[in-house]
């Protein structure tokens, strides 16, 4: 069955800091991947996906996401972050079957706080 | 504006109450999907529906029905046999499974037991 594990659980930083949320996934197939973030008292919404080609991608708000097959990983980035980044942020992986799209799978989540 | 509308917001459950949670959209999109949001365990999928009048079971589907008689909307029904419903409930939805697309997600509501 396929999972997704993302490592930091709650993850504090101040202004500028830079940011890696890391994200792992098991399944031996093909894949796509998403990054969602969900603002305090928002709805989820897509950061950046990767379904195929550079495997590094880039989303909104300056973040930014790399796909390392070979460590079945696709870690999130922002060089520095600001204290409107506060949101919980998820990882979630769907098999890409030819093209076709299973259902997605959601890690537990990772919740960011920016101290100003 | 299109997009996802989940009502009610916030919903109160009595001891051995079915409750319907409301999920509309107005993209045109084929599949829809009810989640499911507890502290510290993500979203884990309850039903969904890749088109009209067809549904599966998700993940965690036990103490829950769904319907798609239409399109544009994917009510969820919490039963009596559900002994934990007290969760943030997300509706998505998805234009089809059929290329590679991003869920849109409603706001969620929240239901609690009385």
């Known amino acids: 069955a396929q999972s997704v594990s993302q490592h930091n659980h709650h993850v504090i930083l101040s202004e500028a800091a830079s940011l890696e949320l890391g994200c792992n996934y098991s399944?031996?197939?093909?894949?796509?991947l998403f990054w969602y973030v969900q603002y305090p008292g928002q709805h989820l919404q897509l950061l950046l996906k990767y379904f195929s080609g550079d495997p590094l991608v880039k989303g909104i708000k300056g973040f930014e996401a790399e796909f390392i097959k070979s460590k079945f990983s696709f870690n999130l980035r922002k060089p520095s972050v600001q204290w409107s980044d506060t949101a919980e942020y998820f990882c979630?992986?769907?098999?890409?079957?030819?093209?076709?799209?299973?259902?997605?799978?959601f890690g537990k989540g990772t919740k960011l706080s920016v101290k100003p | 504006d299109g997009g996802i509308t989940q009502s009610p917001k916030y919903l109160f459950r009595k001891e051995g109450q079915n409750v319907t949670l409301s999920c509309e959209q107005n993209?045109?999109?084929?599949?829809m999907y009810w989640y499911r949001q507890d502290p510290g365990q993500g979203l884990r999928l309850i039903y969904y529906s890749q088109i009209v009048n067809d549904f599966q079971k998700g993940d965690i589907a036990e103490g829950y029905s769904v319907s798609r008689e239409k399109k544009e909307s994917f009510p969820l029904t919490v039963t009596s046999a559900q002994k934990n419903p007290t969760a943030f409930y997300l509706c998505a939805s998805e234009m089809d499974t059929r290329g590679n697309q991003p869920q849109h997600f409603g706001d969620g509501t929240r239901l609690s037991i009385l």
């Open positions: 993209l045109n999109h084929d599949a």
């Open positions: 399944y031996g197939g093909t894949v796509n």
């Open positions: 979630a992986v769907a098999a890409n079957y030819g093209g076709s799209q299973g259902n997605l799978i």
